[in-house]
């Protein structure tokens, strides 16, 4: 799940999603065929390819996982054919959602997405209703103290090309456009400062404030559904969840 930019304030919630490794996985070889089959196996001829593989070491995905990937997106292992659709619509509260999948099956996809919002106070929209109000940008995530400082940070990436860098509670963000993610990576990998998360998301413009338990708790519930499609790669949203009211749901 990817909201606004306070990664502390839903960090909760992707390591409740962490736990489901098996499914993290599966996507992240998902993309990695795609990004293989698409342009070649060669990381430093193929930037994506290159994203996805920061990602999977990101995610402590095996290596094993990431040859077999590899190789089935080099037809290998046989042939894969996967189609890569984004879903726009709204949550409660009228908090703007894309859904990123990536198919082999459109029709089960569009079907499965459509009654995950059905059914969880949410509304499927039309392509370009809510896209606007994100940005697409590279984001690293730093949540070692001693490498999560802001001096430190901008020494390190902001020639490769870093825009915003902040630091709250001991874990650092950093933002930029998509086409540095490659060169802030590198740089950081050469400085020996490890990421707990790393990729291009999209970055809400604007944020609606959710200030109500139950109003956060509908939101989640989608969020959860829809993360848990067979064919969804990721979920973002411009909802800012009241820190007292997450605690109050952990609870």
């Known amino acids: 799940m990817s909201g606004h930019s306070k990664w502390a304030n839903i960090k909760h919630k992707k390591e409740a999603s962490d736990k489901k490794k098996g499914k993290i996985f599966s996507k992240l070889a998902k993309e990695i065929m795609v990004c293989v089959k698409q342009s070649g196996k060669d990381p430093s001829t193929n930037p994506r390819l290159r994203m996805a593989l920061i990602e999977a070491r990101a995610a402590n995905m095996p290596r094993d996982n990431i040859e077999r990937a590899i190789k089935k997106g080099s037809g290998e ?8 659709i984004v879903y726009e619509g709204y949550g409660p509260q009228g908090t703007a959602m894309i859904v990123e999948c990536l198919t082999d099956n459109k029709n089960r996809t569009i079907g499965d997405v459509r009654v995950a919002f059905d059914r969880n106070n949410g509304n499927l929209a039309a392509t370009g ?10 984001h690293f995530v730093i949540t ?46 050469d400085a020996g400062i490890a990421t707990a998360e790393a990729g291009i998301t999209r970055r809400p413009d604007n944020v609606v404030e959710i200030k109500e338990a139950n109003i956060a708790s509908q939101l989640l519930r989608l969020v959860d559904k829809l993360e848990e499609l067979e064919d969804v790669q990721s979920v973002h949203h411009n909802a800012e969840i009241d820190e007292e009211i997450l605690e109050s749901l952990d609870a």
Request: glycine letters at 6%.
């Open 77 to 84: 292992l046989g042939n894969v054919t996967y189609e890569e």
């Open 129 to 138: 209703a809510v896209g606007w109000m994100f940005q697409r940008q590279a």
């Open 144 to 189: 070692d103290e001693a490498n999560a400082d802001e001096e430190k940070l901008m020494d390190v990436v902001l020639d490769a090309g870093a825009e915003d860098i902040s630091v709250e509670d001991g874990i650092a963000e950093i933002w930029a456009p998509p086409e540095t993610f490659a060169d802030i990576a590198k740089a950081l990998e």
